[in-house]
C-alpha cells in the first residue's frame, strides 16, 4: 500500500471516530417555547405540563437528559392506560425533536463546521485511499488477499463493522434522540435544499447517498475495463443520487408529498396506505403522476423489463438497496451462503414476505375503501408488524448490518418481496439468462464463491447448462471473475433458455447427460 | 452390464476418476462404489488451488459438491495411500495396512511434477505444484522470502509466478525457449503473453536454463546457477517443468505401463477388470492425428471419465472418441481460449490470419487449409469465443470467409465490452480484398436483444 493510501484511510478512521463523537457533544436545556413550537397544538398543554419539571435545566449529556424525559412522559401515559383514558394517551414521540431543539453547544452553533469534520473529513479519506487504488496495475480481476483480509474476511475489523452497522440502524430506526446532534449538523444542507429542518431520515439518505458514490468510485477502479460494471454503477450512483435523494427534498420544497420515482411496490410497502395514497390524490397532476406511475411500474414496468432484461433491469441497475449492496457491500459479496440447505431457506423466506406484503396490502385497501370500519385494527396491527419486523429490522438492521457476515445481499435475496416478484417473472417468463460456454468450465469456484446471491453458478457451470435462478440479480461479477471465459449474461430467445438435460461439449464417444 | 454388488474400486479422486464415480452411479443403482485419494477426503478442483495461494478462495471454494451429496449417491471416499496393489487376488493395501477387495479397479491417480536430476532438486524450498500438499508445501516456504525463482516456462510455471507475485514475491521466471510456451503458442501470441509477464513486474529470462540449485549449511536453497552462467539469489524455487504419469507404486508389476498406464481406446489395460483414466493412462494408440498419447488437460480427463463409466455401465462398450480439440487457460489478466488445430508453427499447406488490438493484449487467430480455405481451428487471448459455434464450424469444415462473417454470433464477450470482431471483420477485409458484413440487426432486436 501507498504512503498516500494509509493517510487516506487514517483520515477516514479519524473523521469516522469524529463522527461516532458527535452525538456525546454538547448539553441539552429544554424550554417552554421550544415544547410550544414543536409539539402538536392538542398536545401543547399537556406536554408542558409533563416536561415543566425541567424546563431551565442544563443537561451535561443526552442520557441525562433523556432518562428524565422519559421518566416524566411515561409516568404521564402510565397514569392514564391505568385510568384506560385511551383519549388522552399521548402515542406521538417528541423524544427525538425535543431532544433536537434541546441540543446546545458547538454542533448547534456550528454546524456545517462538525459536518466538514466529520463525515466530509471520511469521504476525502475514503477518496485518498480509493482513487490510487490498482493505478500501476493492469486491468484484470483484484481480488487477491481477499480470504487474508480480517474486514472481508469475517475477521475481527469485519466483525467490528457488522456490530457498528447493525448499532447504527437500531439507534435510527428506534432510538433517533440519541443521535439528535449528528441530524443538528445536518439542518443547514436540509434547508438549503429542501427548506426543512433534518430528520433522523434525512441524515440516513445523505450518507447513504455518500456511501454509494464514493464506494462507486472504487468500483469504477475495482473493475476498471470491465464496462457493464462500469455502465451498472455509474446507474445505481445516478438512481441514488437523483431519484432518491435530490427529488424526493425538492418534491417537499414544491410542497408535495415525499416520493421516490424508482421505487416499486412491494419494497415500497407503504405506497398503498392511506396517507401515501391521501397525499398523492391531494397533490394535483402530480400527485395523480405519481399515483399512476407507481401502479404503472408494478403491472407493467416489472413484467415487461423483466421479460426483456431479467431482474438486472432493476436489482443491480436502478434499486437502493441494491445500489448499496453493490457499492458499500461489494467487498462482502463473497461471503454470502452458497448451500443448498440455505437456497431452500431463501425460498421459503422471500415468497413468505411477499405473502405478507400482498395480504396487508390487500386489507389495507380493502379497508380504504371500507372507510376504515370493519378492519382499521387489523390494518394498523399489520402496518405496524411489517413495518418493525420487515421494513426496519430486515431490510435495514439485518440488510445492512449483516453484510460482513453475510454478504451484502441477505434482504435482497432472504427479505425484498419485489426482489421476489421480479423473480417470479424473471424465472418463468424472461428472455435473460447466463449461458454457460459449452465444455470449457473448469470447476474452479470462483463464480460461486464470488456470487452475492448465494448462487452455485458453478453447478451449473460445470454441467454445460444455462444459468436461470430468480434469485440473479445480473450483476455480471460471475462472469467477470471466470478465468475461462465460461458466463455471459445474455438476453436472447425463450428458445433454448433453459436446458434441463445438458451436454457437454467434446466428447464424440459418448453423449453425457448431466 | 449391472451385476448386483460389484465392488468398483477407484483411486484418485480428481476430475476423471470423480467423473466416472458420478456417472456409473447414474446409471447403475447397484454396484457399490470406492474412491480413495491420499490427497483430500474429498474432490475439489486442482485448477483452482492457485487461487487459495492468491487468497481469492479457501479450501472449501474448491469443492464442486457439497460434503453431503457422496453419501447421498451412494459414493464411499476413503482418505488412504494406497502402497501395493495385488492384482492377482485382486486386493489394495493401504499406507496403514488396511487392505481392499474390489471387482473392478479403475487407475485415475493423475500426475507428478518432472525433476531432471537437478543438482539441489531437492533442498528445502525447492518443489513443484500439483497436489494440496504441494501448496501447503508452498506456503510455508515462501514465508518471508525475498525472491523466489521459477524453472519453466509452461502453464504451471506462470500460474506459480502469478501466485508469487500476488504475494508481493520479487519472481525470476527462466524460460528454455525463445519465447513463453512457443512449443505450443506461435511466435505472435507467445510473444503477447511475454510482454504481459513483464507488464507484471516478473523478470522473465528467456533462453535460460537451469543448471544447478544451490544451497546453505542447512540444507535451504540460496540461490540458482544458470546455463548464462549467472547466479540468482533466491529462498524459493519452483520447478514446473511438466508433469509425468503418476505411476510409481505400480512398478514391478504385471500392470503394463510405459511412460504412463498402457491402455487400449476402452481404458483397458492389459489386465481384466483393471482400466486407467486420465494423466495417468497412456493410449497404445492415440485418439486422433491431432491428439497425444497421454493428455493431461481437465477436459480429457473429464470425457476419460464419462466414457469409461459409460462402458462399465452399458451393454455397448463405446471407444474412446474426443470431438474437436479445445482447450482454455488464463496468463495473469489475459484469457486463452483454443478449438480445434493451431500448431505453434505451419507449412504452406496452412493458412493464417492474425489480428491483434492496438494495444496488444488481445488477439485472434485463424489457422486454415490453404487448398480450400477450410477453418482447421483458432486461438483467441483476451477474447471470448464461444464453444458451441466453433465446434460447428470446424466439424462441418467451414470456409473461413464464412467464419469471419459471423464472428458476431461466435462472440462470447460481456456486454458492452467492445466490439473488437467489427475490427477483425475490417482487417480481414482489407487483407483478403474481400467485402465481407455481418448480418444486419434491426434496431428493435439490438435493443431487447444482448449486445454484443
Known sequence: ?514 | MSKAGRKIVIIGNGISGITCARNIRKSDDQAEILVISGETEHFFSRTALMYIYMGHMKYEHTKPYEDWFWEENRIGLLKAWIEVVDFGNKKLLCHNGNSIAYDILVMATGSAPNKFGWAGQDLQGVQGLYSIQDLEMMEENTQNIQRAVVVGGGLIGIEMAEMLASRNIPVTFLVREKNFWDNVLPLEEAELINRHIKEHHIDLRLETELNEIIGDKVNRVKGVKTNKGETIECQFVGLTVGVSPNISFFRDTKLAINRGILIDEYFRTNIPSVYAIGDCAEFKEAPAPDRKNIEQVWYTGRMHGETLAHNLTSGKPQPYKPGIWFNSAKFFDIEYQTYGWVPPVWDSKLGSFYWEDKRGKICLRFIYENSNKKIMGVNAFGFRLRHEFFDKAISEGWLLDKVISNLDRANFNPEFYKPYHKAVLEQYNKEKGTNLQFAKVPFLKRLIGSRT
Open chain 1, 1 to 514: 500500500m501507498k504512503k498516500l493510501q494509509i493517510i487516506g484511510l487514517l483520515v477516514f478512521v479519524l473523521g469516522f471516530l469524529i463522527f461516532s463523537y458527535i452525538p456525546f457533544l454538547g448539553t441539552y436545556q429544554l424550554e417552554k417555547e421550544m415544547v410550544e413550537q414543536k409539539v402538536k397544538p392538542e398536545h401543547t398543554d399537556a406536554m408542558v405540563r409533563i416536561l415543566k419539571p425541567m424546563f431551565g435545566i442544563e443537561y451535561d449529556s443526552n442520557f441525562d437528559f433523556l432518562a428524565d424525559f422519559n421518566e416524566l412522559f411515561k409516568e404521564y401515559n402510565y397514569d392514564l392506560k391505568v385510568r384506560q383514558d385511551w383519549d388522552q394517551v399521548i402515542w406521538d414521540d417528541y423524544a427525538f425533536i425535543l431532544t433536537k431543539s434541546a441540543s446546545q453547544g458547538d454542533v448547534q452553533e456550528t454546524p456545517l463546521l462538525f459536518l466538514g469534520g466529520s463525515i466530509l473529513v471520511a469521504v476525502i479519506g475514503a477518496l485518498i485511499y480509493i482513487l490510487p487504488l490498482y493505478k500501476d496495475e493492469p486491468e484484470g480481476i483484484k481480488n487477491n488477499g481477499i480470504y487474508f483480509s480480517s474486514m472481508k474476511s469475517r475477521g475481527v475489523l469485519g466483525i467490528m463493522t457488522g456490530a457498528y452497522l447493525i448499532l447504527f440502524y437500531v439507534i435510527l430506526y428506534w432510538f433517533p434522540e440519541y443521535m439528535t446532534n449528528l441530524v443538528l449538523m445536518l439542518d443547514p444542507v436540509s434547508k438549503a435544499i429542501s427548506g426543512n429542518e433534518a430528520s433522523q431520515w434525512f441524515l440516513y439518505g445523505f450518507i447513504y447517498t455518500l456511501a454509494i458514490l464514493v464506494m462507486g468510485i472504487r468500483m469504477f477502479r475495482k473493475y476498471k475495463g470491465n464496462t457493464y460494471q462500469t455502465l451498472r454503477t455509474g446507474s445505481v450512483m445516478f438512481f441514488q443520487l437523483a431519484f432518491a435523494f435530490l427529488l424526493p427534498e425538492i418534491l417537499i420544497l414544491l410542497n408535495m408529498p415525499w416520493h421516490d420515482f424508482k421505487n416499486i411496490w412491494p419494497l415500497d410497502y407503504s405506497f398503498f396506505y392511506d396517507y401515501r395514497i391521501d397525499g398523492m390524490l391531494s397533490s394535483g397532476a402530480l400527485g395523480m403522476f405519481m399515483l399512476v406511475w407507481g401502479i404503472i411500474l408494478i403491472v407493467l414496468g416489472v413484467p415487461v423489463l423483466t421479460y426483456i432484461y431479467g431482474k438486472r433491469w432493476y436489482c443491480s441497475w436502478v434499486c437502493g438497496c441494491g445500489g448499496l449492496a453493490e457499492t458499500l457491500g461489494d467487498p462482502y459479496r463473497q461471503l454470502s451462503d452458497k448451500s443448498l440447505k440455505a437456497w431452500k431457506i431463501e425460498r421459503y423466506m422471500i415468497h413468505g414476505v411477499l405473502v405478507f406484503a400482498v395480504l396487508m396490502t390487500l386489507v389495507t385497501i380493502v379497508n380504504y375503501f371500507m372507510e376504515f370500519g370493519l378492519l382499521g385494527q387489523a390494518t394498523d396491527q399489520l402496518h405496524s408488524i411489517y413495518g418493525f419486523a420487515i421494513g426496519s429490522a430486515f431490510a435495514g438492521v439485518i440488510g445492512t448490518g449483516f453484510y460482513p457476515f453475510m454478504g451484502n445481499r441477505v434482504w435482497c435475496r432472504f427479505g425484498c418481496p419485489l426482489a421476489a416478484y421480479l423473480g417470479l417473472v424473471q424465472r418463468f417468463k424472461s428472455r435473460f439468462r447466463i449461458t454457460t460456454n459449452g465444455g470449457q468450465c473448469i470447476s474452479c469456484g470462483n463464480c460461486s464463491t464470488y456470487c452475492e446471491m448465494g448462487i452455485d453458478v458453478r453447478w451449473y457451470a460445470q454441467r454445460g447448462q444455462n444459468i436461470v435462478r430468480s434469485s440473479c440479480v445480473g450483476c455480471g461479477i460471475c462472469s467477470a471473475v471466470c478465468p475461462r471465459g465460461v458466463l455471459k449474461l445474455e438476453n436472447g430467445e425463450e428458445e433454448g433458455r433453459i436446458n434441463e438435460m445438458p451436454i457437454l461439449i467434446g466428447n464424440k464417444s459418448v453423449s453425457v447427460k448431466s
